[in-house]
């Protein structure tokens, strides 16, 4: 009985209920109640849910110690003697050598006889591979008494079921020939440790359980690869495009998952991608491994050759192109699978693309100095311009400094300044030289000629006075009295005083 029954079931529950509701009025009561049966529905629910957890979780203990006391894998094993199978076998059989070309294949493909043998051949394939592990389990539990590291060692289940069947009894591996079952260092490996087993010797009776449940597995997989032969052959003639992209058996399993081509093609490259999902996990299973939004695509062999980060972004392109090779298959275009083709070596291409590693960034090495003169040409506007900006010889004065001789500061406000070397050199003046190349030249209009004597062509004789007027006066004269002057105040380099000129008396 669930907790919901025993609570409805409990009078105290149901009278103290009754009591809290003479109070109130007759509304609030329903919603009281209402509010109650949703939480006891709640509650069953997780009961239910937790029953069907603890089921399948002894179901999985009983099978596990049903599997070591069963003695005849036909018990535990039973899709290989079934109607089904046997039917698909036999059509598949009568099917197999016939050959049709693509020009029988006419109107839709849902139509045509072969379709549905092909949907239904494909998903046995699925039933096969669970198959074949049940098997494996019951040849693993029921030969661990004779070789139990065997299990670890080869981890395939057709691998492990052909060498089982190899070794059979015998405890020496060593006159056991599997090269041609298993890897050269696995054989070396699985001799060792046959060598050194604790494992027993297996009876007659358990021998032969082992070897014939080995012929089921192997009855098995050469069941699945007649299926997955006839499926492949005929995939060509049906969907040769999408066939030639992602192979005949993710084909096969789009188009059964789909509803048929012309479903397909009708189907967004986005919801593509989902065809053949698990939306529910595994209980007690990470689902870190297992992505979102993956399927039959993302389970391909064109996506799982990718490297794994790239799975995601390959498995959209691989769906926009299926999608277009869809189309082309239902309009019966390109019946050799050439367009297909072509689209299989874009995605290549793609792809390929993505893998190359990123550019290397070069490092350019510097150049080779120049070191030689260098031609700089420059006009009137730039020479005046450095003239303007030039250092003056004030500025490089208070620039330098004499050592151990303190410089004289002046102050404006709150700051001060070094006046450096100004004032404090001999007191000569050095002319500037004025560079000849960018004197400037008096335009012809304004040059006269001279004499060609010593006095200058620019001179009179005649003199203006305020007290005689016109005078005539030797021009040289007056100018050697100007050169006496100069040579008496800058003849020596130094400066004198000089002090207030006396007013002439008039």
Same mark, same amino acid.
């Given at each position: 009985m669930s907790l919901a029954d025993e609570l409805l079931a409990d &009078?105290?529950?149901?009278s103290t209920r009754d009591e809290e509701g003479a109070d109130d009025d007759q509304s609030e009561n329903n919603d009281s109640e209402d509010v109650l049966m949703r939480d006891l529905e709640d509650l069953?629910?997780?009961e239910h849910m937790e =029953?069907?957890? @603890?089921? $399948? =979780?002894?179901k999985n203990a009983n099978i596990e110690v049903e599997m070591k006391s069963v003695k005849d894998v036909k018990k535990v094993a039973k899709l290989l003697g079934s109607r089904q199978m046997r039917d698909i076998l036999t059509k598949i059989e009568q099917l197999k050598d016939t050959n049709r070309s693509q020009t029988q294949i006419?109107? &839709?493909? @849902? $139509?045509? &006889? =072969?379709?549905? !043998?092909?949907?239904q051949a494909n998903n046995l394939t699925v039933d096969i591979d669970n198959e074949i592990l049940v098997v494996h389990k019951f040849i693993r539990d029921h030969y661990a008494k004779k070789f139990p590291e065997l299990e670890s060692l080869v981890l395939n289940p057709l691998d492990y079921t052909r060498a089982v069947k190899a070794i059979g009894n015998e405890m020496d591996l060593t006159k056991v020939d599997l090269? +041609?079952? !298993? &890897? +050269?260092a696995t054989v070396m490996v699985v001799t060792v440790t046959g060598s050194t087993t604790n494992g027993q010797k297996l009876t007659d009776e358990e021998s032969m359980i082992v070897s014939d449940a080995c012929d089921m597995a192997l009855e098995l997989d050469a069941a699945k690869r007649k299926i997955l032969e006839y499926v492949e052959s005929r995939m060509t003639l049906i969907a040769p495009n999408l066939s030639a992209i992602v192979g005949s058996t993710t084909a096969a399993k789009m188009l059964g998952q789909a509803g048929g081509l012309m479903a397909l093609c009708k189907m967004p490259s986005c919801n593509v991608m989902l065809l053949g999902v698990q939306k529910k996990t595994s209980t007690g299973f990470s689902s870190a491994s297992t992505p979102r939004h993956t399927g039959y695509l993302f389970q391909s062999e064109l996506i799982q050759r990718t490297p794994q980060d790239l799975r995601i972004k390959a498995q959209k392109i691989v769906a926009a192109k299926c999608t277009l090779a869809a189309r082309?298959?239902?309009?019966?275009e390109s019946p050799d699978g050439s367009f297909g083709r072509g689209l299989r070596e874009q995605i290549d291409k793609k792809l390929e693309k993505l893998q190359e590693p990123p550019p290397t960034k070069t490092v350019k090495p510097l150049p080779v100095p120049d070191e030689g003169p260098k031609k700089r040409r420059a006009g009137k506007k730039v020479r005046r311009m450095k003239e303007a900006y030039a250092i003056t010889e004030l500025r490089k004065a208070q620039n330098r400094m004499a050592f151990g001789v303190a410089e004289d500061e002046t102050g404006s406000f709150d700051k001060t300044k070094?006046?450096?070397l100004i004032g404090q050199n001999s007191g000569k003046i050095r002319a500037s030289v004025a560079d000849p190349r960018v004197k400037a030249k008096a335009p012809k209009r304004h040059q006269f000629l001279g004499s060609s004597g010593a006095t200058s062509g620019l001179s009179s004789s005649l003199a203006f006075t305020p007290v005689q007027g016109i005078e005539l006066i030797n021009p040289e004269e007056r100018q050697k009295k100007v050169k006496e002057a100069n040579d008496r105040y800058f003849g020596g380099g130094a400066f004198l005083k000089v002090g207030k000129p006396k007013q002439q008396q008039q």
């Open positions: &009078p105290d529950f149901i069953e629910e997780e =029953e069907n957890d @603890e089921q $399948e =979780e002894n006419m109107g &839709p493909v @849902e $139509e045509d &006889p =072969e379709y549905k !043998l092909i949907v090269r +041609s079952i !298993l &890897p +050269s082309m298959d239902r309009m019966h070094g006046l450096g």
